[in-house]
């Protein structure tokens, strides 16, 4: 069965518009809220958010949706989405909601939900959830001695900042490093700065003063020229952008280069090996990760293991084969041994830590492989239509892979969040790349509608 609501990272559109309205946020309430009452136990959710204007509608109906199920709820405002699901496993909660749309404009918002054990829920679940949502749960709803309440989690920030901040050892500290923090205006606006400032680190800021609007309007690590620019003029030794809810990043050196998720991954992965902290012998990383990571950990006796796009995948990879790094090249890095999910603010204190126990410029330390050339173009199509199944588009996908024979590879999929398909190509011959995707990308065109 198909899915009607969840993507590969819960639920997410433009606000107040389906499926992101108050009335589909109240069954997701409701629908979840009953999914995860089991037990005799006073049952509790945790409910974070970002900045977006968007969460003054949906966390509300979100509330209404858990206590009428007799759920207790705890709001702890606006915080990462790493932290709700630390809160909810450090609580002891039955269940976790983030309400945010990550990188997404603020005109977008979305939900995330974690279960008890502070892992996102499994496709199997969400589609137990989403048949839920669907039925009429009117019987279901609990007698009026029995709702829930609310309340606010004033302390939630200081509890996920000492978690972060106990990640690093205590001989590690960031004094003498100018940093550059973007926080995407989004849900660590006020979190992040004090994590670096408090384990020593001179921090200059960007997108700390969110307005509701200008969540990941030009900055954070979806517009890292505003990071880089600032490394430039501060001269800074190290540049940091998160996302709207900050569970990904970006780096950059004291160049004002970027510093991709990649390099952050292989970084950690091999110093880990060095000090005996790496469990699995392997990274764990999506389709979309570079060749030449795979060739660089291939050359350090390390396995890269690949899965399809989505952090909750890589997890579920992780947990299955017990090893403790993973993530994604746009920036979601999972360190297992710290966090149930992809962290941004805990995966820079690794990359930094790992950089403290070296000597020189981030610039020179940063880059630990040669990227293959890397080509990601994105195509959209009419929603309804499916160009992928076209017989001239199949062509030439198979025809991209017989030119590579090898030296190369192609990956076409569908985006999960918006009607996009996403085609990427990489290969030792630059030209060859370039060529390749353009001429799929042509052929997707010509029938996209």
């Known amino acids: 069965m198909s899915r009607k609501y969840f993507g590969t990272d819960g639920i997410r559109g433009t606000a107040n518009t389906a499926p992101m309205t108050a009335e589909i946020a109240l069954k997701v309430g409701m629908a979840a809220g009953h999914y995860f009452t089991r037990g005799d136990h006073r049952h509790r959710v945790v409910i974070g958010k970002d900045t977006r204007l968007s969460g003054y509608m949906l966390e509300p109906a979100l509330v209404a949706g858990f206590t009428s199920m007799g759920m207790d709820v705890m709001l702890v405002g606006p915080m990462p989405t790493p ?14 909601v983030m309400i945010s749309a990550s990188h997404n404009p603020y005109q977008d918002n979305g939900i995330k939900l974690f279960g008890p054990d502070g892992f996102k829920l499994s496709d199997d679940v969400e589609l137990e959830i989403e048949v839920m949502m669907e039925s009429d749960m009117s019987a279901l709803l609990v007698s009026a001695d029995k709702l829930g309440r609310a309340q606010r989690i004033d302390d939630a920030p200081g ?60 900055c954070g690590s979806t517009h890292t020229k505003t990071m880089c620019d600032r490394v430039l003029a501060e001269m800074a030794d190290v540049g940091i952008a998160l996302d709207g809810d900050a569970d990904r990043v970006q780096m950059c050196d004291e160049k004002g280069q970027l510093i991709d998720g990649d390099q952050l991954m292989g970084l950690v992965t091999t110093h880990w090996k060095r000090t005996g902290q790496l469990r699995g012998n392997a990274l764990v990383a999506t389709v979309m990760s570079n060749l030449g990571l795979e060739r660089y950990l291939e050359s350090n006796g390390l396995r890269l293991i690949r899965t399809k796009v989505g952090d909750r995948y890589v997890v579920e990879q992780m947990r299955a084969l017990g090893c403790n790094v993973g993530g994604e090249q746009s920036g979601h890095i999972v360190l297992s041994d710290f966090a149930s999910t992809g962290d941004g603010l805990l995966a820079s204190l690794q990359v930094l830590a790992v950089l403290a126990d070296r000597d020189g410029p981030v610039s020179e330390m940063s880059r630990v492989f040669e990227p293959l050339p890397q080509i990601l173009k994105n195509v959209r199509y009419a929603v309804g239509s499916d160009p992928l199944s076209h017989s001239s588009v199949v062509d030439a996908i198979s025809r991209a892979e017989r030119a590579f ?21 990489e290969g030792d011959d630059a030209i060859k790349v370039e060529q390749i995707v353009d001429r799929i990308v042509a052929e997707i065109i010509a029938v996209a509608g």
Do not use: F, W
């Open 83 to 96: 932290a709700v699901a630390m809160l909810t496993k450090s609580m002891r909660a039955d269940i976790g």
């Open 159 to 218: 509890r996920y900042i000492e978690a972060v901040k106990s990640s690093l050892p205590s001989s590690v500290t960031l004094e003498g490093l100018k940093i550059v923090l973007d926080c995407a205006n989004g849900a660590a606006y006020s979190v992040a700065p004090k994590v670096l400032r408090e384990l020593g680190a001179d921090v200059i800021e960007i997108g700390t003063k969110p307005n509701g609007l200008n969540i990941n309007a030009e």
């Open 405 to 425: 024979n090898g030296d190369g590879r192609v990956l076409i999929r569908k985006s999960g969040t918006e009607p996009l398909i996403r085609v990427m190509a």
